[in-house]
């Protein structure tokens, strides 16, 4: 029995809390199979195997003990998130080569769980899309009828069986296509919505991911693994900067709610702007983080080159965490004010 | 009603109180040996004021205070002391202290009892009482109470029967059964202080406690406040804060915010030291975990920890036992140690309560520490700081702040002894300023002692230069007038100075003459002795440095060496020895003019 | 040409009021001691022993930030203040060599009261005024001043002064790092 100055402790571990943060993604990934097809499943396959092996190579070269640091779940949570924010169809090696920049890069080389500045899962992202960007645009059609052995077919041979359409498989996502439309210019957001690309608000069956997304976020803090301050202060972050836009050129800037609905922003809030380790972690950091984070999504969207901006606004502000910190240090008790009094 | 006032954090363990507090107060025959220490309160060690072998009665005094932080320690029962010195103590080091070891003689026969009267007693008096019946915190500071009832009028006082640590029910089990005991000790404390106001805390998880505490207090203006059950509302500062919403800073007196905190088992020993004249012998011990007959006991300060665990029925004799409660106790190293004043409850491990703490893992700073933190720290950066060893950076963020309550360590997925890493911190700065003290006072001493020289020298100098200037002048002046007329004045002079210079001399060596006989007869035994002690020294010195001499002749391999240095060193031995002969001489003719002018004077 | 001219105007301006500034700044904010000497005076543990070769810990200090000494001589300050030196020093970290003196636990001199003949020789010794005493009347040892520097045990002529090594009590004993146990023993 080891003397520590506390004798209790909660039977808590960090490996439950990630099987929970697991869990919690499962009604998203259920409709993201309904939407796209099993190709989510085989790229969440790829991802963790990807991780998990690149974790244990890792480890072992720094001479670190292995299965207490893969047993912890860290490693998978990145995969899937990772994994849930890569094209569904995309070619086996892109989930691969970004979950090894994930885990190696993002993680490992910083010292492991808990010493990482960036989101690892973004880290993976940015590279990809930096890298690859057209094969990153390419998301499946929703609701397409490719059946399974199609879409593995593609995925691992970037072979389609005859007959099937090219167009089932790497159609634009609808940020793509709104971006495109309105650089071409001539039409309106409004017209550009009318394409059945889009749902009944921004994204056929994408919209019910985000809410999936959102429902598993609201599970994670009623079950206080994450706090409440950081996705909603992202998504004020969001409102704050989309809403005005829209207010005042509706014909120009998108709608709060398809900013809401669309690409990466409630997969965000819910499960990776509260990723504890690269975040801030003051109560006033928390609500700036978020909300910077959100700003820049809608910023880089709106007026930056990439389609999607939750990977880069993360990062930006993972940068910027120290300095959040530190600045925004609680009110110790008995002191008079905050930070270093 | 008055307001309640929440603190930040806070955590709710499950409680493992019922155990204990199913029966009432256990009283517990004596034991074969008492252990008393010495180190009874923070502060210094009590002094003994006993001998080995001594009769002592039930009450006496066994050591005294020793400066002002410091508390007298008394016989719990008469008997005999047996032993004084180094014995196993209830500290996390494992270090042993000074201990008196008492063996009764059963007959528990008190010495006279002196009670105060209270009411008509100055201030200083109380306190003074106080110190000397040993009274100190027993919520497990040990603070000498005395000290804390220095301030008045004072707004608040606050009573602490929060107990809001688990296992530990013994300030309970006072409350219930001995209520009036603790409002007589409200009383006398709130006289001492001058207190507004008398709040008495209690958990709402005592609510037989806040029934007989509530009856206690009727017809008193002291008003018992039921507070919310949260760890570690029990706090001093925490329960100021729920009470009164005054937060008490780190490094700051409670007093001069005009609060103050007695625990209610405190109260309790003032009472009977001043109305019963009765020093603290005994405090009330919750003995608990995986024990058969778990209960309060009444328990005589000294008592051996593993007997009375015994008492208890301790299942396994090799199993660990914490002092104090599982959040904030120690791992005991050692049970034959005494039971000290600050023990307030004894927690036998068992694997089914105490599991095993899994592994600890990586710091994902998820915040839950800082989320439970009373002191509202960032526990995840002072860990981070600590385990690093950047002591700097962890005082920065206020590392003691800290009342090391252990709810992050509780709380934390992680699994991380996080308040190990404080204490850790903690001891390694105490331990940095120690020397840094220590080197500024070598440093300044030193720089003191160069100044002294140079001052020494220049001052020597000076003298010198300015006899070798009186020299030269008069000279000079001779040499001016080579007129023998002129010289008479000046010879007349110097014949002067000559002549009461010789005069003195002759007085001296007759003071001598007559000092002599009389010194020799007072200080020969004196001299002898001394002269003895020396030669036995450098019989000893010259032993060592022939060992040492040999030892060197028979490491040398060079033949030419030995032959060499054997005259050098006995050279050196020769010179050593004359200059010992010399410093002998002197310090005799010294002890002889001393005795003699002491011996003129009478 | 008249560009060329005027941008060459524009530097030498420049240079001439630049070098003015730093010019009065050197004077105008000109430090006296030397900053490192100080900053490695603090790092030395002011035993003033002498074992360094230098008499008393400033001057080592002076030594060192002249660099005419290696930060390896000062076994009181043990393998700790190497690392702190050559932390400050920006100088690779370096073992106290073989043959020379080693750190050892922090002990104090003591007299033997009944063996001292109050020569005084110790007092003459000790560089922090530690000892109490005169001519021919015994000498005692202030525990709480004495460094430790064993500066008094060598001019001894009886030689009574022993050290006492200093082992750790309630005040001055310290919380250990905690360890990860490597397997917990199942019993």
């Known amino acids: 029995m080891s003397r520590h100055a506390t004798h209790i402790a909660q039977p808590v571990t960090v490996s439950r809390v990630m099987l929970k943060v697991l869990a919690a993604l499962l009604p998203g990934i259920a409709v993201s199979v309904y939407c796209f097809g099993p190709g989510v499943l085989v790229q969440l396959l790829l991802a963790t195997f990807t991780a998990l092996g690149a974790e244990a190579a890792v480890l072992r070269l720094r001479q670190r003990p292995i299965a207490p640091a893969l047993a912890d779940l860290s490693a998978v949570v990145t995969a899937w998130l990772l994994a849930l924010s890569m094209p569904p169809l995309g070619a086996w090696w892109m989930i691969v080569l970004a979950t090894l920049f994930a885990i190696v890069l993002g993680k490992q080389l910083y010292g492991g769980l808990g010493n990482n500045p960036f989101n690892p899962a973004m880290v993976g992202f940015a590279v990809m899309i930096v890298s690859f960007p057209a094969q990153m645009a390419a998301w499946g059609t929703p609701l397409a009828a490719l059946d399974a052995t199609a879409q593995l077919q593609w995925i691992f041979t970037h072979t389609l069986p005859a007959g099937s359409s090219v167009d089932a498989i790497s159609s634009a996502t609808p940020l793509d296509v709104l971006k495109t439309g309105l650089l071409q210019g001539g039409q309106a957001v409004s017209q550009l919505l009318q394409q059945p690309r889009f749902g009944q608000w921004g994204n056929a069956g994408g919209e019910w991911v985000a809410l999936a997304w959102a429902l598993g976020g609201l599970w994670l803090w009623q079950q206080k693994l994450i706090p409440w301050r950081t996705p909603l202060a992202m998504l004020a972050g969001v409102l704050a900067v989309s809403l005005p836009l829209w207010l005042w050129q509706p014909a120009q800037y998108a709608s709060p709610l398809f900013h809401l609905l669309n690409g990466a922003t409630l997969l965000a809030a819910g499960f990776i702007v509260t990723d504890p380790v690269s975040g801030s972690t003051t109560p006033l950091g928390r609500l700036i983080f978020g909300f910077l984070v959100g700003v820049l999504v809608v910023v880089i969207r709106v007026f930056g080159g990439f389609p999607d901006a939750v990977a880069f606004a993360v990062l930006i502000m993972n940068m910027a965490v120290p300095f959040i910190d530190h600045t925004t240090q609680p009110r110790v008790f008995g002191r008079k004010g905050g930070r270093h009094a | 009603m008055s307001r309640l006032y929440d603190f930040h954090g806070g955590i709710h363990p499950p409680q493992h109180k019922d155990a204990a507090t199913a029966w009432p107060i256990q009283p517990l025959p004596l034991p074969p040996q008492l252990y008393i220490a010495l180190a009874q309160s923070v502060g210094n060690a009590a002094r003994p004021t006993v001998s080995v072998g001594q009769q002592v009665l039930k009450g006496q005094q066994l050591a005294q205070l020793d400066g002002r932080l410091s508390a007298a320690v008394h016989a719990p029962t008469s008997g005999t002391i047996t032993a004084i010195g180094p014995h196993p103590f209830a500290h996390p080091s494992g270090l042993p202290v000074e201990t008196i070891t008492l063996q009764p003689d059963g007959l528990d026969s008190w010495q006279p009892r002196s009670p105060l009267a209270w009411q008509d007693a100055s201030p200083a008096q109380l306190r003074s009482h106080l110190q000397d019946m040993g009274v100190v915190g027993l919520g497990g500071a040990v603070f000498p109470t005395h000290l804390k009832l220095a301030a008045s009028p004072l707004a608040t006082l606050v009573v602490n029967g929060a107990e809001c640590e688990p296992f530990i029910s013994c300030d309970d089990m006072l409350m219930r059964e001995r209520a009036a005991g603790i409002v007589d000790g409200i009383r006398i404390a709130a006289h001492a202080l001058q207190a507004g106001q008398v709040l008495i805390g209690i958990e709402d998880n005592k609510p037989q406690a806040i029934a007989a505490m509530q009856a206690a207090c009727a017809g008193t203006p002291y008003r018992v406040v039921t507070i919310p059950t949260k760890y570690p509302s029990g706090g001093a500062k925490q329960l100021i804060r729920i009470l009164t919403g005054i937060e008490v800073p780190h490094g700051t007196r409670a007093t001069d915010l005009g609060v103050q905190c007695l625990n209610v088992g405190t109260l309790y020993a003032m009472a009977r030291a001043v109305l019963h004249g009765e020093p603290l012998l005994s405090r009330i011990v919750t003995v608990t975990g995986a024990v058969a007959h778990a209960a309060n006991y009444e328990v005589a300060i000294g008592t051996p920890l593993a007997w009375l665990l015994q008492q208890a029925g301790i299942a396994d004799t090799q199993a660990e036992v914490i002092m104090g409660g599982p959040m904030m106790g120690i791992t005991l190293p050692d049970l034959h140690a005494g039971l000290p004043k600050a023990g307030n409850c004894l927690i036998a491990k068992s694997a089914a309560l105490f599991p095993p703490r899994p592994p600890e893992q990586a710091c994902i700073r998820c915040g839950d520490c800082a989320s439970v933190c009373p002191a509202q720290l960032q526990p995840m950066d002072l860990f981070w700081f600590a385990k690093s060893r950047n002591f700097g950076k962890a005082q920065e963020r206020h590392l003691f702040d800290c009342i090391e309550c252990g709810a992050c360590s509780y709380v934390c997925p992680s699994q991380i002894p996080l308040v190990d890493y404080y204490r850790f911190a903690k001891s390694e700065i105490w331990a940095a300023e120690r020397d840094k003290k220590n080197a500024s006072l070598a440093r300044q001493r030193h720089a003191f002692r160069q100044f002294r020289i140079e001052r020494d020298k220049s001052e020597k100098a000076a003298r010198l230069a300015a006899r070798a200037a009186e020299q030269a002048a008069k000279l000079a002046t001779q040499a001016a007038n080579p007129a023998a007329a002129s010289a008479a004045p000046a010879a007349s002079g110097m014949d002067d100075a000559k002549k009461a210079a010789i005069a003195a001399a002759l007085a001296r060596a007759a003071a001598q003459k007559e000092a002599k006989p009389l010194s020799e007869q007072h200080t020969s035994g004196l001299d002898d002795a001394k002269q003895a002690a020396i030669q036995a020294a450098m019989a000893r010195a010259a032993a060592r440095k022939a060992a040492a001499d040999a030892a060197k002749a028979a490491d040398a391999a060079n033949p030419d060496s030995p032959p060499a240095a054997t005259p050098a060193q006995t050279g050196m031995d020769d010179a050593k020895r004359a200059a010992v002969e010399a410093a002998m001489a002197r310090a005799t003719a010294r002890k002889a003019a001393a005795q003699a002018q002491k011996d003129a004077s009478e | ?187």
């Open chain 3, 1 to 187: 040409m008249n560009t060329l001219l005027l941008a060459l105007l524009v530097m030498v301006a420049l240079a001439l009021l630049l070098g003015a500034v730093l010019g009065y700044a050197s004077i105008r904010f000109k430090v006296d001691a030397d900053p490192l000497v100080d900053k490695i005076d603090d790092i030395l543990p002011q035993t003033q022993c002498g074992q360094c070769g230098h008499p008393g810990c400033r001057p080592y200090a002076q030594a060192l930030a002249s660099g005419e000494e290696d930060i390896n001589k000062c076994p009181p300050g043990g393998e700790d203040g190497i690392h702190k030196l050559a932390e400050l020093l920006g100088v690779d970290f370096k073992p106290f060599d073989a043959g020379a003196a080693q750190p050892k636990p922090k002990a104090v001199a003591l007299i033997d009261e009944a063996t001292c003949i109050g020569c005084t020789l110790c007092i003459q010794a000790c560089p922090v005024d530690a000892i109490l005493g005169s001519a021919k009347q015994m000498h005692t040892i202030i525990a709480s001043e004495c460094t430790g520097c064993e500066l008094c045990l060598a001019p001894c002529p009886v030689d009574c002064i022993r050290m006492i090594p200093q082992g750790t009590d309630l005040t001055n004993w310290k919380w250990r790092y905690p360890t990860i146990p490597i397997k917990a023993v199942k019993p």
